[in-house]
């Protein structure tokens, strides 16, 4: 009886002293909510203070000694130009090159079959020069070279051509040389006043 008496004073204090406890920490809160910062405060600062100033109106009594900016100038495509001046024609001499008769009597028997008017261009005192060069198209891996001999018509064009050596092995390559060798032009050689055919020989190369 008396263990069951003792049991209950124990429950009864535990429960009053567990109360006393919560109250106690309750109060601590409301009292100082933040014990670990008691201390440190948060910075204050002022908000800024924004008036309105008067600018009085000034004017200025001196002129200014800086110079306004130079215009910009306008670029030269865009100025008008006037009318092209057009020159008069301008004859320019013939590029034909005569040959002495007296040099080349006995240079003429140098022939070829039975024409009279066919020479060979090794036998002129001086060489023919070429007007137009034609560049044949290159080929990829070409190698090698192409010797023509070329009969030289009145006016300066190729009117036949003879194959005298080909080291390219290429078809094409040859093509292409003769193309070129017939739109080219030589200058025109006159003799005793007279236009003339001729040989010459020229090599084109491939490397």
């Not at 924004?50 to 200014?64: A, E, H, Y």
């Not at 739109?183 to 236009?195: A, C, M, N, T, Y």
Request: proline content about 7%; charged content about 25%.
């Amino acid at each position: 009886m008396k263990l069951k008496e003792d049991k209950l004073h124990y429950a009864r204090n535990f429960e009053f002293a567990l109360i006393i406890s919560l109250i106690t920490t309750i109060t601590v809160f409301v009292i100082s909510p933040d014990l670990n910062n008691t201390t440190e405060r948060m910075p204050y600062f002022d908000e800024p203070l924004i008036t309105l100033v008067d600018i009085p109106d000034t004017r200025q009594s001196i002129r200014s000694s800086l110079l306004p900016p130079p215009l910009p100038g306008i670029p030269s495509q865009f100025i008008p130009m006037d009318e092209p001046e057009i020159l008069a024609d301008i004859l320019i001499k013939d590029s034909t090159k005569e040959m002495s008769s007296s040099r080349t009597t006995e240079k003429s028997n140098n022939l070829l079959g039975t024409s009279k008017k066919i020479y060979e261009a090794s036998s002129f005192p001086f060489v023919p020069r070429q007007i137009l060069e034609v560049v044949p198209e290159k080929i990829d891996g070409a190698e090698g070279s192409i010797r023509l001999k070329l009969l030289i018509g009145k006016e300066g064009f190729v009117i036949k051509h003879d194959i005298l050596d080909n080291t390219t092995n290429n078809s094409k390559c040859l093509t292409f040389v003769v193309k070129a060798v017939y739109k080219s032009r030589w200058q025109p050689v006159l003799f005793d006043g007279e236009k003339i055919d001729y040989w010459l020989e020229k090599t084109y190369v491939f490397n």
